[in-house]
């Protein structure tokens, strides 16, 4: 049996993916921190999602389903999972860009995106910028 893998950015969005996978009755296996690969999940905090391939084509149907409900209309905790989130718009992000633009004009470093928008968690207080 040939599996594929599908690579989920956090073991949060691999788990409610897996379940959407289940839903559409593709069978799946988490492949992160506990399967080998010097604690991969760990490190990066990503998980592999395994099928088989007759059902890749259908798994990344779904995949691409499921990322584009969860991340355009419900704001998430990477860290937790709770959607007890607030955003806070940053101010003056234009500065941050200024070591950007003078490290591309010295050194020719393309330019970068900066994230504009801040996010935190109210139940585990985590910060993240997207």
């Known amino acids: 049996m040939t599996v594929k893998s ?10 409610g993916f897996r379940a959407a996978l289940l839903e559409a009755g593709i069978e799946s296996v988490a492949y992160d921190e506990t399967n080998s690969k010097v604690a991969r999940g760990i490190l990066d905090k990503t998980t592999e999602i395994l099928v088989r391939e ?6 990344m149907q779904v995949f691409r389903t499921y990322q584009s409900e969860h991340n355009n209309f419900v704001p998430w905790c990477p860290n937790c999972g709770s959607e007890n989130v607030t955003a806070c ?25 900066s994230p504009t928008q801040k996010f935190v968690c109210n139940d585990c207080g985590h ?3 997207r």
Do not use: H, M, S
Not at 6 to 15: D, K, S
Not at 54 to 59: G, K, L, V
Not at 89 to 113: E, H, S
């Open 6 to 15: 599908i690579t989920c950015n956090t073991p949060i969005e691999a788990e």
């Open 54 to 59: 007759e059902d890749y084509e259908q798994a």
């Open 89 to 113: 718009q940053k101010k003056n992000p234009n500065i941050r860009q200024l070591p950007r633009i003078l490290a591309t004009l010295l050194v020719y470093i393309p330019f970068g995106y």
């Open 127 to 129: 910060k993240w910028e």
